[in-house]
């Protein structure tokens, strides 16, 4: 039998404890001891060192997934179950695919394991991913007890914040390099002549870096000028995660008065924070060369990625694909006239015949033949979820299928015939409209049409209507579009 090990650690403090060492020895004293049909060889060892059992984006442990698919090995064997996986719905859905879609058996040196004994390596599986868990929880609990203490005793949770050292005691203290940015910075911004984004170039071009050594951006900018702890404070925000992974920002915060020194005054701050708000309330008008009609709508069909809207020094305005210079896309910056005028081309060739109700729609769906597909969508979403809770299919396979059903599913919603009488005006008046509008007009008028634009060398490849514009296009002799609703043949040269 071909054996593979996975071994684990959590914390960086567990590195140097000999944890993983011990696990790999244990493992191979496992291996070595069996004998008749347990018998076989240990070929490699996957090793995630800091990483949580609580999710799975996990290196190593992702590549022992793919490696188990593709049949490189028999058995897996870890020290002790939970360092498979601390979450239960994680371990039962990770052991059903490896041992019921890949036929991988599963050990571990303390524990008993279903591959073993069936019944007996059943409940002990079961109630060691219940204790894990619980584990994890109460360790997760008392952790966040300790971090509160240490808020309300003054003391700096995180890491340090730009201008800051920290203390082993968690006790902040000024940094003498990067204090005078800080103050560079909520001086420059309390003169309420420069945004965020100019700061940030400020700051870049006086030659500071972030703690980890990047140039600033925007987004760091506008946080550090809004950050208490420059005035003497410690905050505290409870850890959430929200539904996709990441962290839930939206928990409530507490500050409490910090050990250390302010960095800078309470007056600079609160002016900082003054500008903040004028700015809010009162925002600058955007000029015509600022608006991007196709923002948000525009994709590189060669790469998936979202377009940008960039403006040159000159004032001239682009869409640029994100993706670098010596990736697959030939053609990264197109000037936006050139695609806002070949997507109102493409659109203004939509025509209605004056009798289209009265007409037979050649792809057209009654009201049955919608309702029978909405049925097979959420049969199929049904069975998809039925999938994920015996942990047959994996977290991102899950996830994507999922959206797509989703999304075929809203595109199958009945039409309401109000909704058409509107969508025809705005079809038949489209033209006219976007030769008197300005660049703010046309923006409204593509975002009430179009669901999404795909471009590849500078040229529309393909644009999906809304259901209600894609219902009535069909209906037009001039354009062909697919069964959802995208115009497939308007290349426009």
Not at 115 to 129: H, I, K, L, P, R
Not at 286 to 314: D, H, I, M, T, W
Request: charged letters at 30%; proline letters at 3%.
């Amino acid at each position: 039998m071909r054996y593979v090990g996975y071994v684990r650690i959590s914390s960086e403090e567990q590195r140097g404890n000999y944890s993983l060492a011990a696990q790999k020895h244990a493992i191979q004293s496992w291996v070595t001891r069996q004998r008749d049909t347990l018998a076989g060889q240990l070929i490699r060892i996957y090793e995630d060192a800091c990483h949580t059992g609580m999710t799975d984006h996990r290196v190593a442990f992702q590549q022992m997934l793919r490696d188990a698919g593709a049949g490189l090995f028999d058995a897996i064997i870890v020290h002790k179950w939970d360092r498979l996986a601390r979450l239960r719905c994680d371990a039962i859905r990770y052991k059903a695919t490896l041992r019921r879609e890949y036929g991988i058996k599963l050990f571990a040196v303390e524990g008993v394991s279903e591959d073993e004994d069936e019944f007996v390596g059943m409940v002990y599986e079961a109630v060691t991913e219940v204790w894990s868990e619980l584990y994890s929880r109460n360790l997760s609990r008392e952790t966040k007890k300790g971090k509160y203490e240490k808020a309300c005793q003054g003391r700096h949770n995180n890491r340090a914040p730009f201008g800051t050292d920290k203390t082993r005691d968690g006790i902040l203290r000024p940094n003498p390099q990067e204090q005078p940015g800080l103050l560079l910075a909520m001086e420059s911004y309390a003169t309420t002549r420069h945004s965020d984004h100019q700061i940030a170039q400020i700051l870049n071009a006086a030659g500071y870096v972030t703690k980890q050594g990047k140039p600033f951006t925007t987004d760091m900018v506008r946080e550090m000028l809004q950050n208490r702890t420059y005035v003497g404070q410690v905050r505290y925000q409870p850890y959430r995660k929200s539904t996709n992974g990441s962290r839930d920002s939206s928990t409530p915060t507490e500050w409490f008065k910090g050990q250390h020194e302010p960095l800078v005054s309470i007056d600079l701050f609160e002016r900082c924070q003054k500008v903040r708000r004028q700015r809010r309330h009162y925002p600058r008008v955007s000029s015509e060369c600022s608006v991007y009609p196709l923002s948000g709508l525009l994709y590189c069909q060669q790469c998936g990625k979202r377009l940008r809207a960039q403006k040159s020094p000159s004032g001239k305005r682009y869409y640029l694909c994100p993706n670098p210079v010596d990736d697959e896309c030939t053609r990264r910056m197109v000037m936006a006239d050139i695609l806002e005028e070949q997507v109102a081309q493409v659109i203004s060739g939509i025509h209605l015949p004056e009798n289209w109700r009265a007409e037979k729609h050649p792809s057209q769906e009654s009201y049955q033949q919608i309702d029978q597909r909405r049925n097979e969508l959420q049969q199929s979403m049904e069975r998809l979820d039925f999938r994920w809770d015996m942990g047959f299919i994996e977290k991102e396979d899950y996830l994507a299928k999922r959206k797509a059903l989703k999304q075929q599913l809203d595109q199958n919603q009945p039409i309401v015939e109000q909704e058409l009488i509107k969508a025809e005006t705005t079809l038949r008046q489209f033209n006219s409209d976007w030769i008197a509008g300005d660049l703010a007009c046309h923006k409204q008028l593509l975002n009430r049409l179009v669901e999404s634009v795909w471009v590849t060398r500078g040229t529309i490849q393909g644009i999906k209507l809304q259901s209600r514009f894609a219902f009535l296009a069909r209906y037009s002799k001039d354009v062909e579009i697919d069964a959802e609703g995208c115009l497939t043949n308007q290349v426009v040269d």
